[in-house]
Nanobody, 122 residues
Framework: QVQLVESGGGLVQAGGSLRLSCAASGIFFSIDSMAWYRQAPGGEQRELLASITSGGSINYADSVKGRCTISRDNAKNMVYLQMNSLKPEDAAVYYC???????????????WGQGTQVTVSS
């Protein structure tokens, strides 16, 4: 079983910064890509913000490009999202996602964290 636990959310003023962290734990063979998503209040779908592979290849959504930086510590099975110049429209629940192979011959499968709330005051 793989568990993802996010932290670092909270209330911040517009223009401020937050750093989200996500720790993966459990028994697994490998973690391929890790990513951050968000779901706005009333939103039906989660928006992919940034992803990073185990080899370090990174992609960003246009909505956060230039304001956010994703990074990863493979040794600690952690992924981070540094968010700068936050706007009220960035308010959402932010979710960590990992694509994990539980064993060498199974998967990969998607796993999700429980989410962390980010609130941006204007």
């Amino acid at each position: 079983q793989v568990q993802l636990v996010e932290s670092g959310g909270g209330l911040v003023q517009a223009g401020g910064s937050l750093r989200l962290s996500c720790a993966a734990s459990g028994i697994f063979f490998s973690i391929d890509s890790m990513a951050w998503y968000r779901q706005a209040p009333g939103g039906e779908q989660r928006e992919l913000l940034a992803s990073i592979t185990s080899g370090g290849s990174i992609n960003y959504a246009d909505s956060v490009k230039g304001r956010c930086t994703i990074s990863r510590d493979n040794a600690k099975n952690m992924v981070y999202l540094q968010m700068n110049s936050l706007k009220p429209e960035d308010a959402a629940v932010y979710y960590c996602n990992a694509i994990v192979k539980p064993t060498r011959n199974y998967g990969p499968y998607h796993y999700w964290g429980q989410g962390t709330q980010v609130t941006v005051s204007s």
